[in-house]
């Protein structure tokens, strides 16, 4: 149960990355809350799992599926844009 909720741990890692970005600032408020909850709910999947996986590994594993997924997304919908 553990490596599952690691693994949605990664996922929400991925979406508040994206919600970071489309926030602009923080300055838009629907990618500010999805950004805030995704976050919260991140950090508590991977503190719960935590007891149970080794602590390298879980943050390594959480981090990996985040950035893994946040490039992947980045590259399917075209998330870079050149610098103003």
């Known amino acids: 149960m553990s490596w599952l909720i690691l693994a949605g741990s990664g996922v929400l890692e991925a979406v508040w990355a994206t919600a ?6 923080f300055t ?9 909850v995704a976050l919260v709910l991140s950090v508590g999947g991977l ?3 935590m007891p ?7 943050y390594a594993v959480s981090v990996g599926i985040g950035a893994a997924l946040t490039v992947l997304y980045a590259m399917v919908f075209g998330g870079s844009r050149p610098p103003c």
């Open 20 to 25: 970071l970005g489309k926030s602009e600032g």
């Open 28 to 36: 838009k408020l629907w990618p500010t809350v999805v950004f805030g």
């Open 47 to 49: 503190a719960i799992a």
């Open 52 to 58: 149970t996986i080794p602590i390298g590994t879980a």
